[in-house]
């Protein structure tokens, strides 16, 4: 089960999914997109919404290059939460796996997400 979001932390939402700072991030503007309902893994979506939710991951993807001023934004899906989501990570200086073994932090930015969500308009 995934942690329930900041309310103020949302960046798009429809009736399908949310994206949203992650509440533990691994760096500034570490974003997560959410399926809303019961789905455990990507192969169980059927077509149309797979391609709503991947769509919507490359929007906020892009948003976030535009936003936070980086060539890249990493998307890591992994299905341990048992909820498909997409984590979107943006890279600054540390490449590739080093990422993932920095410290989280709590979020605390809510700024952050303002600026993704001009840039996704």
Not at 59 to 83: C, F, G, P, S, W
Not at 103 to 112: A, G, N
């Amino acid at each position: 089960m995934l942690p329930k979001p900041y309310k103020n932390a949302i960046i798009y939402e429809d009736d399908k999914l949310y994206a949203c700072l992650a509440n533990d991030s691994i760096c500034r503007g570490h974003s997560v997109v959410v399926w809303k309902e019961n789905a455990e893994d990507l192969h169980s979506l059927n077509r149309t919404d797979y391609l709503h939710l991947m769509k919507k991951v490359n929007d906020i993807r892009n948003a976030m290059m535009k936003a936070l001023q980086v060539e890249k934004v990493y998307l890591i899906y992994m299905d341990e939460a048992k909820q498909v989501h997409w984590h979107l990570v943006p890279r600054y200086e540390t490449k590739g796996y080093d990422l993932l073994t920095g410290k989280k932090h709590k979020l605390d930015d809510f700024q952050v997400d303002d600026e993704i969500r001009k840039c996704l308009k």
